[in-house]
Each structure stands twice: as C-alpha cells, then as structure tokens.
C-alpha cells in the first residue's frame, strides 16, 4: 500500500539554525501539505502546495518557513532561523484532490526539538 | 473563524460502546473528518461526512447533522488498541481550497 515517507524522524537543532524536513508524497498525489503538532495540542495546518506554488497557507506559515518542491518526489519544509517554540512533531500529507472527499494520507512525522 | 469542541477525555470498557461527540461552528462547511492518533503516531483517517445521517463502517460509525453543527463517532466491541485520540476536523472553503481544520482530540482510555 504507497504510504508518505518522512525523514528524519528526529531532528535536533540550536536555536537559530535552518533545518529542512523532507517528505515523499504518494507517486499520483497532487496536493501537500505540512502541519504541525506541539507536544499535547492539536494538529495545526501550516501550508498546502500545488502544481509547483503555495495555494494556502496559516499565520504560523511566516517569513522563516518555506517550501520547495526540489524534484518529482520530495517536498521540503525549511526552518531558516529556529525558534525554541519551533519545537513539534511536524507531518506531511499528500492527497489526489483539495475538494470534497480530500482525503488526506499522513507520514510519520519529524519530530523537532529546538535546544 | 472555526470552533470545534470536543471532550478531551472519555474511558470505556472493553467490549462496549463509547460515542465521542463534536459540536462546531464554521462558514463554507464541506465536510467533516475523524482521524485515529496513538501517542507519538500520525493520524490516520477513519471516516468522512458531508451529508446528514449515520456513515457505517465496521465497528466504526459516524453521524453528522449539518443543520446543528454535530458530529459523533461511534466505536463498538471496544479493544485495547482502541485507546488514542480520536480526532474531528471540519474541512470548509477558505481562500478556495478545502483544508481540514482539527480539534483538540479526544483521549480515549479502554480498559479491561
């Protein structure tokens, strides 16, 4: 069964570096997306992504994060400058439509933890 | 805005049935999702509504009356590995796509 794959499953950082968080959607999906979940909160949407542009995006989605699209297979989230608060378990979702019966295929998940 | 509401933590035994409630208030509404999350995992999805009435899958049942802003999962034969979080989103058109928008979750406990 395709599954989305997240790597890595743990990243720890300083605060103040860049980390990028890299998934590989299922092959025929066309939407992604990124969200986050602080430690015992509830799951946050931070931005979708289609045909090579962001479609939407939360007012967590600032300045200091961006996504990319590097080739046909992986899709990045980049931290430029983390923040303690940046500290959460971040998932990456792909699925075939963004209307109606959207349902959205989870990965595992990175867990960051900013020092 | 949106605003979804659900217990945070229910306990039920095994073998019985338990129903988690959601209540929300949203414009656009398009559908409304619950999601199964155990500590430390990826929510994975478990059922979708967007018409009224009661959406029978397995021992996993969801019911969504649109008019009154409600939703409830029902689990029956409760087992063990049913304890996680359970998980209602409510997907509604915003800035033209439909992106999901979660709850707290609720903690369910089984025990024996």
């Known amino acids: 069964e395709p599954e989305v794959t997240q790597t890595p499953s743990h990243q720890v950082t300083q605060m103040g570096q860049e980390v990028i968080l890299r998934c590989v959607p299922i092959?025929?999906?066309?939407?992604f997306y990124w969200y986050r979940q602080i430690l015992g909160q509830k799951v946050e949407f931070l931005v979708s992504?289609?045909?090579?542009?962001?479609?939407?995006k939360s007012e967590i989605f600032d300045d200091q994060f961006s996504v990319e699209r590097p080739d046909g297979s992986n899709f990045t989230l980049k931290i430029r400058s983390t923040k303690l608060e940046d500290s959460a378990m971040y998932f990456c979702?792909?699925?075939?439509?963004?209307?109606?019966?959207?349902?959205?295929?989870f990965g595992p998940g990175t867990r960051l933890t900013v020092l | 805005g949106q605003n979804i509401d659900q217990p945070t933590e229910m306990t039920a035994t095994e073998g019985a049935i338990v129903q988690i409630n959601c209540t929300y208030q949203t414009s656009g509404f398009n559908g409304l999702f619950w999601y199964q999350q155990h500590a430390g995992e990826a929510p994975t999805f478990l059922s979708y509504n967007v018409l009224d009435g009661l959406e029978e899958k397995g021992r996993f049942s969801s019911f969504l009356s649109r008019s009154k802003g409600y939703s409830y999962l029902l689990l029956k034969e409760l087992q063990m590995k049913d304890s996680a979080s359970y998980l209602c989103a409510v997907s509604s058109a915003s800035g033209g796509s439909y992106i999901p928008t979660f709850g707290r979750g609720t903690s369910l406990i089984v025990h024996p």
């Open positions: 992504f289609y045909n090579n542009e962001i479609s939407e």
């Open positions: 092959s025929n999906h066309l939407y």
């Open positions: 979702a792909s699925s075939a439509t963004d209307i109606g019966y959207n349902e959205q295929f």
